[in-house]
Structure formats: structure tokens, C-alpha cells
């Protein structure tokens, strides 16, 4: 049977970071709000007692799975996408969480007075926010999951094989490079093993397929990852 994914049909945004993971595994599922439109995704989160607090959540007979790193964490260990050993697995769910954390940062250098505000009425916070996002967030954390990349032999993450968090850096560092150009551009060359790893998830065949055909959203200035270039810098 096919999952269900809920997300908003227009933006990358988090549920990007579920998709790669399915695609690479070849699961099968259905982008629910993509073919039936951003109401039938309120109407449907409406079903459940214990609603999801937001999307994007994953739904299969009746259980709806919200959170990214619970998502991944669920299909990691049905899916052949984590390892079998509790303490690797705990450990990929904690960068998980480490790379959601990063990115709800992200999300605030256009955002830091209100969510709920354009970004041209906060220009000038977000400009202040973005310096220190790029001379102190991003190194701190690009620089803590470059560690993380050389904790294990071989080209991956762990486990010399495939795993869901080696999609999510690959989403991260595509979000990235298309918000700061500039700034990673810089960093880029102190991050060889993040670098490695994105260039095998790129070949991974699923992967592949999936960033060539048109179900791959570009990126643009409604999702987590918006260029403006006034916010970057090398």
C-alpha cells in the first residue's frame, strides 16, 4: 500500500525532506495535496482526533505521522533507510533533529519579527538576523555535521550504505547553496565529506530520476530556502 503525503502543494519546504527519502528507496507513495490542492490538505487534517500541528505528515491505514524527524524515523526502520542497531539509529534521529533545528533557523533570517509578516516589512531585521546566521550559524552547525559525516568509515554517513539522513544533508546543502550562494561558496571547501555525501545522494538512482522530472518544485521565495540577495554574503 502507498503513503499518503500531505504538505502544501506550491513549496518544497519540509516536506522535501520526506520525499528524497522515499524516492531514494523507491516507496511508493502519493503527493495528496499536489493532486487535490491546498484545501483538501485543511480538510483532511481536520479527520483526526489527534490532529497533526502542521504539515507535512505521512498517512497509512488510518495513522497519521507528523514531525520530519518522526517521519524518517518511522520509515528508516520499516524501510531499510537507517540501521539496525538502536544506538546508530538514536544517533541519525538526533542529526535529524540537529537539521531541523538548523533549519528553523534558516527560516528565521527572512522571518525574525513574525511569521506572520512580509519580509519587506522586516528588511531591516533580517539583515542584521543574516549576518549572524552566516558568520556564526552556519559554520557552528555545517561545521558540527561535517564531524558527524567523519565519525564512521566510508563514503556515507553510516553503515556504508544509503540512509535518510544522507537525503536530508543533500536537501539542506541544495537549500543553502540557493539562499547564500556567496557564503557557501566560501565554506564549501572546509566541508569535504558534506560535499562527498551530497555528490552520492545526487547519483543515487531514485534520487536522480526524481530531480530530472518535473515533480522536483524549484526552489522560490514562498518556501524555507528564499534568495534575496541582499542577505548574502561571502
Not at 502507498?2 to 524516492?23: D, M, S
Not at 524527524?69 to 538514536?90: F, K
Not at 565554506?187 to 545522494?201: K, T, Y
Request: net charge negative; hydrophobic share 45%; charged share 25%.
Amino acid at each position: 500500500m502507498a503513503y499518503n503525503l500531505w504538505y502544501w502543494p506550491k513549496i518544497q519546504g519540509r516536506g522535501e525532506f520526506v520525499r528524497l527519502a522515499l524516492e531514494a528507496a523507491g516507496v511508493p507513495y502519493r503527493d495528496c495535496a499536489r493532486e487535490l490542492g491546498a484545501e483538501a490538505l485543511i480538510a483532511d487534517m481536520k479527520r483526526y482526533d489527534r490532529a497533526p500541528f502542521a504539515p507535512p505528515y505521512l498517512e497509512i491505514e488510518g495513522l497519521a505521522i507528523a514531525q520530519v524527524a518522526a517521519i524518517l524515523l518511522w520509515l528508516g526502520e520499516r524501510h531499510e533507510l537507517a540501521p539496525s542497531n538502536m544506538a546508530d539509529r538514536m544517533w541519525l534521529h538526533q542529526l535529524q533533529l540537529t537539521i531541523a533545528d538548523f533549519v528553523a533557523e534558516t527560516h528565521q533570517v527572512h522571518h525574525p519579527v513574525g511569521v506572520g509578516l512580509y519580509y519587506e516589512d522586516q528588511k531591516a531585521e533580517a539583515a542584521r538576523f543574516a549576518r549572524e546566521f552566516r558568520d556564526e550559524r552556519m559554520p557552528k552547525f555545517l561545521g558540527y555535521l561535517e564531524e558527524a559525516a567523519a565519525c564512521n568509515p566510508g563514503d556515507w554517513l553510516i553503515d556504508h550504505r544509503f540512509t535518510y539522513v544522507d537525503s536530508s544533508l543533500f536537501q539542506l546543502i541544495e537549500g543553502l547553496r540557493y539562499m547564500f550562494p556567496r557564503r557557501m561558496a566560501a565554506l564549501e571547501p572546509e566541508l569535504p565529506r558534506l560535499m562527498a555525501i551530497h555528490g552520492l545522494v545526487r547519483d543515487v538512482p531514485g534520487i536522480r530520476a526524481y530531480l530530472a522530472s518535473d515533480r522536483r518544485l524549484p526552489f522560490n521565495e514562498d518556501g524555507i530556502f528564499r534568495h534575496y540577495p541582499e542577505l548574502d554574503a561571502a
